[in-house]
């Protein structure tokens, strides 16, 4: 069974920083590629950033390009989102979820589990 469970949301001040985690068991962690979502209040869910099974490429949508970086230690299971210069906009329930496949994608149908999502809050 595949388990995937985010962390380290919070609410944080415009300019500021914060780093979410996720952790993902019942698959080949290595394998597939990992990617994080957002949904803001009253809006569809977007793509915001993902990594490939290595770690060694990333895509950004637009609006975060600069500011957030994703990561992944494929050892424990993990993948960051470390955002900075946060902004009221980026207020969200934050979602992982894990590829279908080691290569990148930004539809959610790329992807084949997901997370429960966790609340990042920007106050200005």
């Known amino acids: 069974q595949v388990h995937v469970v985010e962390s380290g949301g919070g609410l944080v001040q415009a300019g500021g920083s914060l780093r979410v985690s996720c952790a993902a068991s019942?698959?080949?962690?290595?394998?597939?590629?990992m990617g994080w979502f957002r949904q803001a209040p009253g809006r569809e869910r977007e793509f915001v950033a993902n990594?490939?099974?290595?770690?060694?490429?990333?895509d950004y949508a637009d609006s975060v390009k600069g500011r957030f970086t994703i990561s992944r230690d494929n050892a424990k299971n993990t993948v960051y989102l470390q955002m900075n210069s946060l902004k009221p906009e980026d207020t969200a329930v934050y979602y992982c979820a894990v590829g279908r496949i080691g290569m990148l994608g930004q539809s959610q149908n790329d992807y084949g589990y997901w997370g429960q999502g966790t609340q990042v809050t920007v106050s200005s």
């Open positions: 990594v490939n099974w290595r770690g060694s490429i990333a």
């Open positions: 019942g698959v080949t962690f290595s394998t597939v590629a």
